[in-house]
């Protein structure tokens, strides 16, 4: 066995141990719903020591990260019905990458990272069964995010999106993260200014484009 297989075992022992009788009182209260505040603050902890690309600081909000899944999967096991665990979660992702790299796993050729992006928003309609493009977004996201991901859903299907670089004017077209940034940053001034919510304004904007297009599959 691996170390690595070892250091995954011991963290689960640890995970058990923690919530087992006689173990620690808070940990054993925990619920998947108590621990949503977690998962998101160690979420925004590892953005942060990526955009600061301090190593150190992701390895620890790694495991802090990983630690949430094992906690996660440790509450699965208690469930009085359809228990899950560490195993089943681990399985069934390794599955999953299985199955949509068939340019990997399988015979498939592809020419780009595009058809590759392709090919898995295919394969996952296929495998859920989806009737409508949008399935599956959380739109109790918030308003950017549910933006970016609606317009990607769109257009990994074929949609016609808000604004393609063609529309652009040539002189946008070398747009920089930067200023792309500034950009955002001064419609977000302007809606401050007006009195106007940005967040309210753009979740509307989002779905009356998600009410625009064709969403069947």
Same mark, same amino acid.
């Given at each position: 066995?691996?170390?690595?297989?070892?250091?995954? *075992?011991?963290?689960?022992?640890? $995970?058990?141990? &923690?919530?087992?009788?006689?173990?620690?009182?808070?940990?054993?209260?925990?619920?998947?719903?108590? &621990?949503?505040?977690?998962?998101?603050?160690?979420?925004? =902890?590892?953005?942060?020591? +990526?955009?600061?690309?301090?190593?150190?600081?992701?390895?620890?909000?790694?495991?802090?990260?990983?630690?949430?899944? !094992? !906690?996660?999967?440790?509450?699965? %096991?208690?469930?009085?019905?359809?228990?899950?665990?560490?195993?089943?979660?681990?399985?069934?992702?390794?599955?999953?990458?299985?199955?949509?790299?068939?340019? +990997? !796993?399988?015979?498939?050729?592809?020419?780009?990272?595009?058809? +590759?992006? #392709? /090919?898995?928003?295919?394969?996952? /309609? =296929?495998?859920?069964?989806?009737? *409508?493009?949008?399935?599956?977004?959380?739109?109790? %996201?918030?308003?950017?995010?549910?933006?970016?991901?609606?317009?990607?859903?769109?257009?990994? /299907?074929?949609?016609?999106?808000?604004?393609?670089?063609?529309?652009?004017?040539?002189?946008?077209? /070398? &747009?920089? +993260?930067? #200023?792309?940034?500034?950009?955002?940053?001064?419609?977000?001034? &302007?809606?401050?200014?007006?009195?106007? @919510?940005?967040?309210?304004?753009?979740?509307?904007?989002?779905?009356?484009? $998600? @009410?625009?297009?064709?969403?069947?599959?």
């Amino acid at each position: 066995m691996s170390e690595d297989v070892k250091a995954l *075992d011991h963290l689960r022992d640890v $995970m058990d141990r &923690l919530r087992s009788p006689g173990g620690c009182p808070w940990d054993a209260e925990q619920s998947h719903s108590s &621990l949503l505040t977690y998962l998101l603050e160690e979420s925004y =902890e590892f953005i942060d020591a +990526v955009e600061r690309d301090d190593r150190d600081a992701m390895v620890e909000e790694l495991g802090d990260l990983l630690l949430q899944v !094992f !906690f996660h999967a440790r509450i699965g %096991q208690e469930r009085s019905d359809r228990k899950f665990d560490i195993d089943e979660v681990a399985n069934q992702v390794a599955a999953k990458l299985i199955s949509r790299h068939p340019h +990997v !796993f399988g015979d498939l050729k592809v020419n780009s990272s595009g058809e +590759v992006l #392709e /090919n898995w928003e295919r394969i996952k /309609n =296929e495998e859920k069964q989806r009737r *409508d493009i949008f399935d599956g977004v959380p739109l109790g %996201q918030p308003a950017l995010s549910l933006a970016a991901k609606v317009v990607l859903r769109a257009k990994k /299907n074929g949609r016609e999106i808000p604004m393609t670089v063609k529309d652009m004017d040539p002189a946008e077209q /070398n &747009l920089e +993260v930067d #200023e792309y940034g500034e950009a955002l940053l001064q419609l977000v001034s &302007l809606g401050v200014a007006k009195g106007l @919510d940005p967040e309210d304004a753009l979740r509307s904007a989002t779905r009356r484009y $998600m @009410d625009s297009v064709d969403r069947r599959i």
